[in-house]
């Protein structure tokens, strides 16, 4: 499994966001599961599991998943279909409130195409932003910005193998912007104009989105990885993006027939989720899509078949510019039907497997016995519907050696057998997640409801109310035996795998596919050395006496009074109750300093000592006590360091802020390195070092930071061989130790649905008696922005076509709220004229984005970056184009009508108050007080102050013509 895509453990219907996150790029891999409607997945396997008849279909027995057509039982909820056939999934839903959640889920992708390879359901996902009968051009992207939608590559819409899916958001504080979304969602559905035209205008944007994801080094791999997943099946030769030369041909008939074939009533469904009523959902809803009907006769069945091969594979992957070799070990798993009892045990056993297997592997990486360079994270993964798999991803000095040893894992686990504290230590790791998930019930976001519907539309996934599911589930998890999941385990091995790849730049230095298929078939020694078995953690410390703040406050806030606290060592702790996340707490911390007060070049390592202490155990504890004893728990804690502040971030449920507390104050005083975690960290720095050198990405951002720093080691990204060779343990640790290991008057800031007292109490024994250190603050070593236009070329590596263009402006000047509210809405105004000039227009590139980020230190100022991918031989023509928006925008300002559409959009993203944005005002108003903070209290009265004069005037104050560093990636 590639390292990039570690997925989930968890079923469909408590990760959905994670699945989305995997999802919502229409070049990736789509993460879903097998449907009941019209495109249906045939799995072939050679045998059944153990635990079930032989002779027996999966059963489904009371209580079944709910029927997407009855009638729920709460009032705020409603499922059915229209008599077209069109299904609706209705959802009354306050949190976060003031927003509505709106789906198109099309039951179609690339697999149900005629074509192989043409790419034919992804264009055609982009031919419907580019015109309907009611929305004509490029009147559907200044509506979806009116609603508030900053449309953007990958941001509105994604097409998978298997399905097709557009996204909407909308603010209900106007009726108007509520019916445009229902007005959208009709027009993709059933109106799409698909113009000839048009579609020659837009095989420019979907070939740069392929030139972006695919011609590249790690795309190049990626082809050759789902090349590997899919061949045998239904869907080889029916990737999403399809090839060039298809794209380069794309013509309007074969889109339009695509569109009347599966745009059908019955092989879609709408979602809405949101603070609206139902009833008038409905209405909205009826009222647009009753008269649907399909274009064409009912499509055929598509039926995907896999066939799980026995047999062992080898394969050697390699491109001249890959930069670290590694290995990935993959393990064929059979599609089950989540709509019924039986699959979803089945299911839910193999994510109990993986997290078995996954902490066996970590085990034998911490111990020694398993010879990795990295932790080999074993975990579920999706293909699409048909394909599902469970695998690793490994970096080695001896990558047959790993193998050998990964493979050895896997087999001896499965002869030796899962024991009761395997299966308890898994299941308690799930237990807290599930015990997370419904604490937090109440207050589920419209995304999070929107994805489970969407997922039980596309596969019958399971949408049970949270209580009723949570017992679901954890019967299950009770009524596992070591029996089940060893003999299920075995099963697995048996019918399929393993798949192994070697990725590296050249074969020489790879195992051949020969000889790793010959691993993969031997009879292998299981490792685990069982007389390594730590005791468990009871308690990470004993409680402190608890010590008296010198000083309280208390203050108005959003979910009742903001409570603060500071102690006699420094430590103030501030206290923002909120119920935005039921049952939930976020803390974040922060001194002065950073890596501006440590040595020149210690900002190139920072990061890997980070993760080097993250990854280790903590006090007398290792790491695979404070592994296990986490697992139990929903508490984690990490540390950061950055170049004028240092802290912590972490979060949990209310019931282990102890746990929370407990981390941070070991965190500060006994932090350790272990060596496992150290040598993972030198590998990761290694890797950034062979990344950098072929990277023409990471080259081009390195040269526009040493642009910006004149080359000062005080701001090195990269670390050096030389660095890495003079890194120990213990001089990682001293340097740990100096920013983070004493108490330098730090702002705590705890955000969440806790009680005051108890925080106070925790805080009062955990922080309040640590010892107090050394204040000191950052130092300002940002040299000045050079003077003038600097201009740096990367030249692209042959067969490498991510082109592209990043432009950066750094201007000194006074930081306020408003002039934050400002930044937001010109940075706005320029990533859309990005889309409407370079995509739409040139058609020159997939997409860009412009950003405007303040920073309060070393000194006040805003740094804007205009960064757009693109065909390399057209850089030239972006550049020009978007230098002239930007004069443009300086002498004119913005027009009327996108002035509103920004001011719209931003409008939305305000009305969407989190936990982070809390944290981070209380934070920035503590260690900056004489600033106005931009905050939920403020921000939305000064956006709607702001006038087209403060954003020309902004834009000349940050756009400056004579001084930039642009940097640029062409071909030779």
């Not at 489904?60 to 729920?72: F, G, R």
């Not at 299950?476 to 029996?483: F, R, V």
């Not at 082109?803 to 706005?828: C, F, M, P, Q, R």
Request: charged fraction near 20%.
């Amino acid at each position: 499994m590639r390292a990039v895509r570690r997925s989930v453990r968890w079923p469909s219907a408590l990760v959905v966001l994670a699945l989305l996150a995997a999802a919502c790029s229409d070049s990736s891999f789509f993460d879903s599961y097998p449907s009941d409607t019209t495109v249906t997945t045939t799995v072939v396997a050679t045998t059944v599991p153990p635990i079930l008849d032989p002779s027996a279909p999966i059963p489904t027995v009371d209580p079944p998943t709910p029927d997407p057509t009855a009638l729920p039982i709460d009032p705020d909820v409603r499922f059915g279909r229209l008599d077209n056939g069109l299904t609706y999934y209705l959802r009354s839903n306050d949190s976060p409130g003031t927003n509505l959640d709106l789906r198109l889920v099309v039951n179609a992708g690339s697999a149900q195409q005629v074509t192989p390879d043409a790419g034919t359901a992804h264009f055609l996902e982009h031919m419907l932003f580019n015109g309907t009968e009611k929305f004509p051009a490029n009147e559907l992207t200044n509506s979806l910005e009116r609603l508030g939608i900053q449309f953007g590559a990958d941001t509105n819409a994604f097409t998978s193998y298997d399905e097709t899916v557009y996204l909407l958001g909308a603010t209900t504080a106007d009726r108007g912007t509520v019916g445009i979304a229902f007005d959208v969602l009709a027009e993709w559905a059933f109106a799409a104009t698909i113009e000839p035209d048009a579609v020659a205008d837009e095989i420019g944007v979907v070939r740069d989105e392929m030139r972006q994801g695919r011609e590249s080094a790690d795309g190049m791999i990626f082809d050759q990885f789902e090349q590997m997943y899919t061949a045998g099946s239904s869907y080889e030769g029916f990737g999403v993006l399809g090839t060039a030369e298809q794209i380069d041909s794309t013509t309007a008939p074969p889109l339009r027939d695509f569109y009347d074939r599966w745009y059908r009533p019955d092989n879609m469904a709408v979602i809405v989720v949101g603070d609206m009523s139902v009833d008038n959902m409905l209405s909205a809803v009826t009222e647009r899509f009753s008269d649907l009907a399909p274009r064409s006769d009912s499509p055929p069945l598509s039926t995907a078949t896999v066939d799980i091969a026995a047999s062992a594979t080898g394969h050697v992957f390699t491109n001249p510019d890959n930069a670290v070799d590694n290995i990935s070990i993959d393990i064929p798993l059979t599609v089950w039907d989540e709509s019924t009892v039986g699959g979803q045990r089945l299911s839910l056993m193999e994510s109990v497997i993986a997290v078995m297997v996954d902490n066996l592997l970590n085990d034998g990486f911490q111990n020694g016995v398993v010879h990795t360079s990295t932790a080999p994270f074993f975990s579920r993964f999706q293909v699409n519907r048909g394909l599902h798999y469970a695998g690793t991803n490994i970096q080695a000095d001896d990558l047959e050696l790993a193998v050998t040893d990964l493979i050895g894992q896997f087999k001896g686990a499965a002869a030796r057998g899962f024991t009761a504290a395997d299966l308890g230590r898994a299941t308690d790791e799930l237990r807290s997640q599930l015990d997370s998930a419904l604490l937090g019930a109440d207050t589920r976001q419209d995304s999070q409801y929107a994805d489970d519907y969407m997922f039980h539309f596309l596969s019958g996934a399971d949408i049970d109310a949270t209580e009723s599911m949570t017992e679901r589930l954890l019967g299950i998890l009770d009524s596992l035996t070591p029996a089940d999941v060893t003999n299920h385990w075995r099963w697995v091995l048996q019918t399929g795998g393993p798949i192994i790849a070697a990725v590296g730049s050249d074969p020489i230095s790879l195992p051949t596919s020969q000889r790793l298929a010959e691993i993969a078939d031997t009879t292998l020694p299981y490792l685990g050395d069982e007389s390594v078995a730590e005791p468990p953690i009871d308690s990470l410390m004993a409680r402190p006496d608890a010590v008296d703040p010198v000083s309280s406050d208390s203050r108005r806030g959003f979910d009742g009074p903001i409570e603060e606290w500071t102690f006699a060592n420094g430590v103030t702790l501030v206290f923002q109750p909120s119920k935005i996340s039921e049952g939930q707490v976020s803390l974040t911390t922060a001194s002065e300093g950073g890596w501006s007060v440590l040595p020149d070049g210690t900002s190139a390592v920072i990061d890997l000592i980070m993760s080097a202490v993250s990854n280790s155990g903590i006090a007398t504890f290792s790491s695979s006590q404070l592994d296990r004893y986490l697992a139990s728990t929903t508490a984690s804690l990490f540390p950061y360091v950055d170049a004028t502040t240092e802290g912590f971030f972490g979060s949990s449920s209310a019931d282990d802020i102890e746990v929370l507390f407990q981390l941070l104050s070991l965190m500060t005083t006994s932090a350790r390195i272990d060596d496992p975690a150290f040598n993972e960290a030198i590998t990761f720095g290694r890797n950034q070092i062979a990344v950098a050198s072929t990277d023409p990405q990471v080259q081009a951002a390195t040269a526009q930071i040493d642009a910006r720093t004149g080359s000062s080691p005080s701001f090195q990204i990269v670390p050096d061989a030389e660095q890495l060779d003079d890194l120990t343990p213990a001089g990682a640790l001293a340097t740990y130790n100096t920013r983070l290991g004493k108490i330098d008057q730090p702002i705590v800031v705890l955000v969440g649905d806790a009680d005051p007292d108890v925080v106070r109490d925790l805080a009062s024994r955990y922080l309040g008696t640590l010892q107090a250190g050394s204040h000191d603050s950052w130092v300002d070593n940002l040299p000045p922005m050079p003077g003038g236009v600097t201009t740096i070329n990367v030249q692209l590596n042959p067969g490498v076509n991510t082109g592209g263009i990043a432009i950066l402006y750094s201007t000194e000047l006074d930081v306020t709220a408003k002039l934050n509210a400002a930044a937001h809405v010109l940075e706005t105004i320029v990533s859309s004229r990005i889309i409407e000039t370079v995509r739409e227009e040139l058609g020159a590139s997939y997409g860009g984005i412009a950003t405007a980020t303040s920073f309060y230190a070393p000194d006040e100022r805003i740094d804007a970056t205009i960064q757009i991918d693109g065909d390399p031989d057209r850089v030239a023509e972006i550049r020009s184009v978007m230098l002239d928006q930007i004069s443009d925008l300086s002498a004119n300002g913005p027009t009327d009508d996108e002035f509103s559409r920004a001011i719209s959009v931003i409008d939305a993203d305000y009305q969407f108050v989190d936990d982070q944005l809390f944290a981070e005002s209380i934070l920035i108003s503590h260690l900056f007080p004489s600033e106005t903070v931009l905050s939920s209290d403020n921000r939305l009265e000064l956006l709607h102050s702001l006038t087209r004069s403060d954003i020309r005037d902004l834009a000349r104050r940050v756009f400056p013509s004579d001084q930039r560093i642009e940097v640029t990636r062409t071909s030779g």
